[in-house]
Protein backbone atom coordinates (compact mmCIF):
# COMPACT_ATOMS: atom_id res chain seq x y z
CA UNK A 1 0.00 0.00 0.00
CA UNK A 2 1.68 2.95 -1.43
CA UNK A 3 -0.27 5.69 -0.36
CA UNK A 4 -0.26 8.87 -1.52
CA UNK A 5 2.54 9.00 -4.45
CA UNK A 6 3.40 12.60 -6.31
CA UNK A 7 6.39 13.09 -9.07
CA UNK A 8 8.50 14.81 -10.10
CA UNK A 9 10.09 15.30 -6.42
CA UNK A 10 11.77 18.55 -7.99
CA UNK A 11 11.23 20.62 -11.20
CA UNK A 12 12.88 23.77 -12.36
CA UNK A 13 10.58 25.85 -14.79
CA UNK A 14 10.86 28.79 -17.26
CA UNK A 15 8.29 31.12 -16.86
CA UNK A 16 5.86 30.84 -19.60
CA UNK A 17 6.44 27.04 -19.66
CA UNK A 18 4.26 24.59 -18.76
CA UNK A 19 3.57 21.06 -16.76
CA UNK A 20 1.56 18.79 -14.90
CA UNK A 21 2.03 17.54 -11.72
CA UNK A 22 1.03 14.31 -11.09
CA UNK A 23 -0.64 12.59 -7.88
CA UNK A 24 -1.90 8.89 -7.40
CA UNK A 25 -3.47 7.39 -4.32
CA UNK A 26 -4.36 3.55 -4.05
CA UNK A 27 -6.31 3.93 -0.82
CA UNK A 28 -9.90 4.31 -2.41
CA UNK A 29 -10.08 7.59 -1.15
CA UNK A 30 -12.99 9.67 -2.88
CA UNK A 31 -11.72 13.16 -1.75
CA UNK A 32 -8.67 14.17 -3.41
CA UNK A 33 -6.64 17.68 -2.94
CA UNK A 34 -4.12 19.91 -4.01
CA UNK A 35 -1.95 22.34 -1.80
CA UNK A 36 0.78 24.63 -2.10
CA UNK A 37 3.27 25.71 0.81
CA UNK A 38 5.06 28.83 0.88
CA UNK A 39 8.44 29.13 3.13
CA UNK A 40 6.75 29.94 6.44
CA UNK A 41 3.44 29.13 5.87
CA UNK A 42 -0.06 27.26 6.42
CA UNK A 43 -1.11 25.09 3.08
CA UNK A 44 -3.33 26.68 0.82
CA UNK A 45 -5.57 24.71 -0.88
CA UNK A 46 -5.41 25.42 -4.74
CA UNK A 47 -8.32 22.83 -5.90
CA UNK A 48 -10.24 19.85 -4.51
CA UNK A 49 -12.50 16.82 -6.01
CA UNK A 50 -15.04 14.31 -3.86
CA UNK A 51 -14.85 11.95 -6.80
CA UNK A 52 -14.33 11.05 -10.38
CA UNK A 53 -15.80 13.52 -12.86
CA UNK A 54 -16.06 16.30 -10.02
CA UNK A 55 -13.41 19.16 -8.90
CA UNK A 56 -13.77 22.46 -7.51
CA UNK A 57 -11.80 25.61 -6.55
CA UNK A 58 -10.10 25.86 -3.09
CA UNK A 59 -8.73 29.18 -2.55
CA UNK A 60 -5.83 29.43 -4.47
CA UNK A 61 -6.77 28.41 -8.01
CA UNK A 62 -5.91 31.34 -10.54
CA UNK A 63 -3.07 29.24 -13.11
CA UNK A 64 -4.01 25.99 -12.20
CA UNK A 65 -6.18 23.72 -13.50
CA UNK A 66 -6.94 20.08 -12.52
CA UNK A 67 -8.88 17.18 -14.01
CA UNK A 68 -9.86 13.65 -11.93
CA UNK A 69 -10.96 10.73 -14.51
CA UNK A 70 -10.24 7.87 -12.14
CA UNK A 71 -10.94 7.67 -8.21
CA UNK A 72 -6.85 6.95 -8.39
CA UNK A 73 -5.59 10.06 -10.20
CA UNK A 74 -5.71 13.60 -9.70
CA UNK A 75 -3.38 15.71 -11.76
CA UNK A 76 -2.57 19.75 -11.29
CA UNK A 77 -1.76 21.36 -14.68
CA UNK A 78 0.15 25.07 -14.79
CA UNK A 79 -0.32 26.52 -17.83
CA UNK A 80 2.30 29.87 -18.56
CA UNK A 81 4.72 29.22 -15.39
CA UNK A 82 5.36 32.22 -13.47
CA UNK A 83 7.79 33.18 -10.78
CA UNK A 84 4.50 33.32 -7.86
CA UNK A 85 4.26 29.52 -8.57
CA UNK A 86 7.53 28.91 -6.71
CA UNK A 87 6.25 26.20 -3.64
CA UNK A 88 6.43 23.18 -2.93
CA UNK A 89 3.05 21.24 -3.86
CA UNK A 90 1.37 18.83 -1.96
CA UNK A 91 -1.52 16.05 -2.89
CA UNK A 92 -3.66 14.64 0.14
CA UNK A 93 -6.58 12.28 -0.38
CA UNK A 94 -9.21 11.22 2.70
CA UNK A 95 -12.26 9.46 3.03
CA UNK A 96 -13.97 10.96 6.83
CA UNK A 97 -11.54 12.19 8.59
CA UNK A 98 -7.86 12.77 8.64
CA UNK A 99 -6.03 13.37 5.21
CA UNK A 100 -2.95 11.43 3.90
CA UNK A 101 -0.29 13.72 2.02
CA UNK A 102 1.97 12.47 -0.36
CA UNK A 103 5.95 13.50 -0.31
CA UNK A 104 5.49 16.57 -2.67
CA UNK A 105 6.96 18.16 -5.52
CA UNK A 106 9.20 21.29 -5.19
CA UNK A 107 8.95 23.55 -8.06
CA UNK A 108 11.17 26.63 -8.99
CA UNK A 109 9.93 28.90 -11.43
CA UNK A 110 12.61 30.75 -12.72
CA UNK B 1 -14.48 30.31 6.99
CA UNK B 2 -12.22 29.48 9.47
CA UNK B 3 -9.45 32.16 11.03
CA UNK B 4 -6.97 29.99 12.31
CA UNK B 5 -4.20 31.41 15.05
CA UNK B 6 -1.62 29.81 16.80
CA UNK B 7 2.11 30.69 17.93
CA UNK B 8 4.93 30.94 15.06
CA UNK B 9 7.61 29.15 17.31
CA UNK B 10 8.03 27.30 20.49
CA UNK B 11 11.17 26.35 22.23
CA UNK B 12 11.00 23.85 25.07
CA UNK B 13 13.57 21.07 26.67
CA UNK B 14 14.40 17.71 25.98
CA UNK B 15 11.91 15.71 28.45
CA UNK B 16 9.72 18.31 29.33
CA UNK B 17 5.94 19.05 28.37
CA UNK B 18 4.98 21.20 25.93
CA UNK B 19 1.25 23.06 25.14
CA UNK B 20 0.35 24.37 21.84
CA UNK B 21 -2.64 26.46 21.35
CA UNK B 22 -4.69 27.28 18.99
CA UNK B 23 -7.58 29.15 18.38
CA UNK B 24 -10.26 29.16 15.66
CA UNK B 25 -13.68 30.88 14.36
CA UNK B 26 -16.27 28.72 15.97
CA UNK B 27 -18.67 28.96 12.85
CA UNK B 28 -19.10 26.05 10.79
CA UNK B 29 -17.28 23.73 12.96
CA UNK B 30 -16.80 20.27 11.67
CA UNK B 31 -13.91 18.88 13.63
CA UNK B 32 -10.08 20.31 14.62
CA UNK B 33 -7.13 18.54 13.45
CA UNK B 34 -3.53 18.49 14.50
CA UNK B 35 -0.49 17.49 11.89
CA UNK B 36 2.73 17.36 12.63
CA UNK B 37 5.37 18.50 9.81
CA UNK B 38 9.17 18.45 9.68
CA UNK B 39 11.73 20.21 7.71
CA UNK B 40 11.27 19.05 4.01
CA UNK B 41 8.69 16.20 4.32
CA UNK B 42 4.52 16.03 4.11
CA UNK B 43 2.61 16.52 6.88
CA UNK B 44 1.28 13.44 9.11
CA UNK B 45 -1.86 13.47 10.43
CA UNK B 46 -1.41 13.62 14.97
CA UNK B 47 -5.11 13.62 16.19
CA UNK B 48 -9.19 15.07 15.60
CA UNK B 49 -10.98 16.06 17.46
CA UNK B 50 -15.07 16.53 16.97
CA UNK B 51 -15.92 16.77 20.98
CA UNK B 52 -15.33 18.41 23.51
CA UNK B 53 -12.10 17.09 26.13
CA UNK B 54 -8.86 15.38 26.20
CA UNK B 55 -7.79 13.17 23.96
CA UNK B 56 -4.91 10.95 24.27
CA UNK B 57 -2.66 9.16 22.46
CA UNK B 58 0.91 8.10 23.59
CA UNK B 59 3.06 10.88 24.53
CA UNK B 60 0.61 13.28 22.45
CA UNK B 61 -2.57 14.88 23.70
CA UNK B 62 -5.37 17.16 21.95
CA UNK B 63 -7.99 19.22 23.67
CA UNK B 64 -10.74 20.77 22.37
CA UNK B 65 -13.23 23.10 23.69
CA UNK B 66 -15.93 23.96 20.73
CA UNK B 67 -17.41 27.03 22.83
CA UNK B 68 -13.89 28.87 22.87
CA UNK B 69 -13.37 27.82 19.80
CA UNK B 70 -9.92 26.91 20.87
CA UNK B 71 -7.61 23.69 21.19
CA UNK B 72 -4.12 22.11 22.37
CA UNK B 73 -1.77 19.70 21.73
CA UNK B 74 0.15 18.57 24.32
CA UNK B 75 3.40 16.65 23.62
CA UNK B 76 4.75 14.84 26.97
CA UNK B 77 8.20 13.81 27.81
CA UNK B 78 9.64 15.53 24.95
CA UNK B 79 12.52 14.40 22.55
CA UNK B 80 14.47 16.03 20.08
CA UNK B 81 12.44 14.52 16.96
CA UNK B 82 9.67 15.91 17.95
CA UNK B 83 11.08 19.43 16.77
CA UNK B 84 9.25 19.95 13.90
CA UNK B 85 6.30 22.38 12.93
CA UNK B 86 2.48 21.41 14.63
CA UNK B 87 -0.34 22.43 12.27
CA UNK B 88 -3.70 23.18 13.23
CA UNK B 89 -6.40 22.75 11.03
CA UNK B 90 -10.29 23.43 11.10
CA UNK B 91 -12.81 23.21 8.43
CA UNK B 92 -12.63 25.17 5.16
CA UNK B 93 -15.24 27.59 3.38
CA UNK B 94 -17.51 25.50 2.43
CA UNK B 95 -17.44 23.06 4.68
CA UNK B 96 -17.67 19.03 3.99
CA UNK B 97 -13.75 17.54 3.96
CA UNK B 98 -11.88 21.04 3.08
CA UNK B 99 -9.74 22.31 5.51
CA UNK B 100 -7.93 25.60 6.27
CA UNK B 101 -4.88 25.35 8.00
CA UNK B 102 -2.98 27.92 10.67
CA UNK B 103 0.86 28.76 9.55
CA UNK B 104 2.05 26.50 11.68
CA UNK B 105 4.29 26.14 15.05
CA UNK B 106 7.52 25.91 14.98
CA UNK B 107 8.49 23.92 18.00
CA UNK B 108 12.79 23.24 18.53
CA UNK B 109 13.39 20.60 21.28
CA UNK B 110 16.72 21.48 23.19
CA UNK B 111 18.80 19.35 25.50
Known amino acids: NAGVTQTPKFRILKIGQSMTLQCTQD?????MYWYRQDPGMGLKLIYY???????DKGEVPNGYNVSRSTTEDFPLRLELAAPSQTSVYFC?????????FGPGTRLTVT | GQNIDQPTEMTATEGAIVQINCTYQ??????LFWYQQHAGEAPTFLSY????GLEEKGRFSSFLSRSKGYSYLLLKELQMKDSASYLC????????????FGTGTQLKVEL
Open chain 2, 89 to 100: AGPGPGGGNKLT
Open chain 1, 49 to 55: SVGAGIT
Open chain 2, 26 to 31: TSGFNG
Open chain 1, 27 to 31: MNHNY
Open chain 2, 49 to 52: NVLD
Open chain 1, 92 to 100: ASSEGSGQY
